[in-house]
């Protein structure tokens, strides 16, 4: 084993989304290896309370604590910017470090991103790693804001010694832009843990567990009910699809801003009865066994790893042709490929693959096999390979990992 190192983390939030698993992942791996691991992040909910309170604590996370790992609560690192918000996160950021002076400072996400970095570099941290988890540039905000966030991240990117994208496209994403050069960029796919999607419960298990109807044709969705992932566009496809397939139904898993809207639209298209909100669950594996396709319309991913479970779990996969989804889904092998926001589309390749059982098995077995490639074991060995860089401190060559 290279030798033992303090780590710190920088994420916006350890909440439920992808770049929060992946840094928990992250950090219990480097704490199994004996390094001195931290992670430092924002309260979820905005209010400044503890830890304890504000987070979901999972089993990776308390597995973390149990190891000796600590979680600190930055209570001014908050998604909703303001200038004193600002001010006071980066200078607690920017005490925290210097009394820890670790060795290597790793950022995740836009905000921890930007605040992370320049107290990471005030502090005199000897290595600074940088992780995208996508980017803001489209999907989130006009022209004028998203040209202003370009300009923050190519000032931004000279501050870590190497910047990581989780997809080949979202790599070129930044460099088209001016963002960081090629040779700072490393590709790292975030990790899935295959290991829970190998022995899932039959589909007629799966929904009798769940409460879903045995003899439906189920499509499901699984994500923060947000504008950026797009659900609108699935309401709208089972619109479309309804009067022809009178068994479909629409599964959507997670919860958020949108909620209300979302029942509104299906309750006007007249297919209240017809989806299933299921809220957050934290048995996606057993979710994704009741399922006959999965759909991924979000209008921006940094890779989908939503669509890499769904793959591991032997779905066929509709998803929209942006950014890392393209690089996870390959169009007629493993899913089909939609343009974004437009649920007519979605609707032609949803049909596609209900009235085509073959060739959807096909790709759902095809998916199986190319979910090996975002595997959890090959994100970490990647990192630790960026982690022992810092002895040199240079920009060494290192090969790529591949999707």
Not at 350 to 359: F, G, K
Request: glycine share 10%.
């Amino acid at each position: 084993m290279d030798r033992r190192r303090s780590i710190c983390h920088v994420v916006t939030r350890l909440d439920r989304g992808g770049s929060a698993e992946n840094t928990i992942l992250t950090a219990l791996h480097q704490r199994r290896r004996g390094h001195d691991v931290s992670v430092v992040c924002g309260p979820t909910v905005e209010t400044g309370m503890g830890i304890a309170e504000t987070t979901s604590v999972d089993e990776r996370t308390r597995a973390f604590h149990a190891m000796g790992g600590r979680i600190e609560v930055c209570p001014g690192l908050l998604r909703s910017p303001t200038v004193a918000g600002e001010i006071r996160a980066f200078c607690s950021l920017l005490r925290l470090l210097r009394r820890r002076r670790p060795e290597v400072v790793h950022t995740h996400t836009t905000k921890a991103g930007v605040l992370g970095r320049l107290a990471a570099r005030a502090a005199g941290v000897p290595w600074v790693l940088h992780t995208y988890h996508g980017h803001i540039y489209e999907g989130y905000a006009g022209p004028l804001t998203s040209w202003l966030f370009v300009q923050a991240e190519r000032a931004l990117a000279p501050l870590a010694h190497r910047l990581i994208a989780l997809t080949p496209t979202e790599r070129e994403d930044h460099l088209a832009r001016g963002v960081g050069r090629r040779e700072q960029f490393r590709v790292v796919p975030s990790g899935v843990d295959l290991a829970a999607f190998q022995h899932l419960p039959s589909r007629a298990e799966a929904r009798e567990l769940l409460g879903l109807p045995a003899g439906a044709r189920l499509v499901g969705c699984v994500g923060r009910l947000i504008g950026l992932k797009g659900h609108r566009y699935a309401v709208e496809a089972l619109a479309r699809l309804a009067p022809r397939h009178p068994n479909l139904r629409l599964v959507l898993l997670g919860e958020g801003e949108l909620l209300g809207q979302l029942q509104g639209q299906a309750a006007t298209a007249g297919l209240a009865e017809r989806i299933h909100f299921l809220g957050w669950r934290p048995d996606i594996p057993l979710c994704l066994a009741a399922l006959d396709v999965f759909a991924v319309p979000s209008l921006n991913e940094g890779m989908g790893r939503v669509a890499v479970e769904a793959m591991a779990s032997g779905l066929p996969v509709v998803a929209s042709r942006v950014s890392g989804l393209q690089d996870v889904v390959e169009d007629g092998r493993t899913g089909l490929l939609v343009p974004a926001s437009d649920g007519a589309a979605l609707a032609r390749a949803l049909e596609r693959l209900l009235v085509d059982p073959a060739t959807a098995r096909d790709l759902g077995s095809r998916g199986r096999a190319r979910a090996r490639t975002f595997s959890l074991e090959a994100m970490l060995g990647a990192l630790d390979e960026l982690v022992a860089e810092a002895d040199e401190g240079t920009l060494l060559g290192m090969e790529e990992v591949r999707p």
